[in-house]
Each structure stands twice: as structure tokens, then as C-alpha cells.
């Protein structure tokens, strides 16, 4: 299986090499292709990898604090690569949500008038492609 280098992950994700490696040595987010795993062994990251790190970049500019961003993480690693396009989340304080197909991101506000951070996947993704697509 072919993955994608560190350098090339920065490129897509708007992370820093530096970030990348945080990630994967906190438990955030490591590559399920190949680990670092001494000296000379690069890490290798998947698709959907690419498109999760590029999630957490935009949920962190959005101000998600990291255990929210932790549990995000969690439901974009179990989405089923087939369709990512039905997939939303909505981050409420440290609440994490999927939000399905028939439920409404106003559905989910637990308090009035506090701020919900929503990400569409789908979005990402189509991101994700565009940027791969330049890069060739």
C-alpha cells in the first residue's frame, strides 16, 4: 500500500512537519500505514489520515480544544471511507457529535446562544482531492 510522507501530509494538511510528529508521539493521530519507527523509518500516512489531520487543522483554527479534537478524531477514524460525504460534525464545548443523515445540526444545541463549531467532511475531502490534484 502506497502512503503519503511526512513532507507531503504538511503540504495537504497545512501542518507543520513539527505537528505531525506531536500528534503522532501524544496519541492524537499517528499514520496507519507506516509508524516512525527508528532512525531512517518515515511515517507514512493514508488517505483518510490526510483528511483527518486536515480536519484537526481546521477544528484547531476553529479555537476545538484538544479533547474535543481527540474525540473528533475518533468518529473520523471510524467513518466508512465509502461515504464520508454524509459525514458532519458538530462540536459543542468538549461535546462531539456525527451528526446522521436525518438529524439537524440545530438539533443538537444543548444551550442557547453557545457557540458549535460544525465541520463537513465531505468538504475536507473534496479539499483533500483538489490539493492532490494541484500537486500532480
Known amino acids: 500500500m502506497l502512503g503519503?510522507?511526512?513532507?507531503?501530509?504538511?503540504t495537504l494538511t497545512g501542518?507543520?512537519?513539527?505537528?505531525?510528529?506531536?500528534?503522532d508521539m501524544a496519541g492524537v493521530l499517528g499514520p496507519?500505514?507506516?509508524?516512525?519507527?527508528g532512525k531512517g523509518r518515515r511515517r507514512l500516512y493514508s488517505f483518510r489520515d490526510v483528511v483527518a489531520l486536515r480536519s484537526i487543522a481546521k477544528l484547531r483554527e476553529g479555537g476545538v480544544s484538544l479533547q474535543a479534537v481527540r474525540r473528533a478524531v475518533k468518529y473520523i477514524r471510524e467513518l466508512d471511507q465509502t461515504h464520508p460525504s454524509e459525514a458532519v460534525l458538530?462540536?459543542?464545548g468538549d461535546d462531539v457529535t456525527l451528526v446522521g443523515k436525518n438529524q439537524t445540526v440545530t438539533s443538537l444545541i444543548k444551550q442557547p446562544g453557545q457557540l458549535m463549531f460544525v465541520l463537513d467532511i465531505s468538504a475536507v475531502v473534496k479539499e483533500v482531492e483538489a490539493a492532490l490534484r494541484q500537486a500532480i
Open 32 to 37: 496507519e500505514v507506516r509508524e516512525a519507527g
Open 4 to 10: 503519503f510522507s511526512t513532507g507531503q501530509v504538511a
Open 90 to 92: 458538530a462540536v459543542q
Open 15 to 23: 501542518l507543520s512537519t513539527r505537528q505531525l510528529g506531536y500528534m
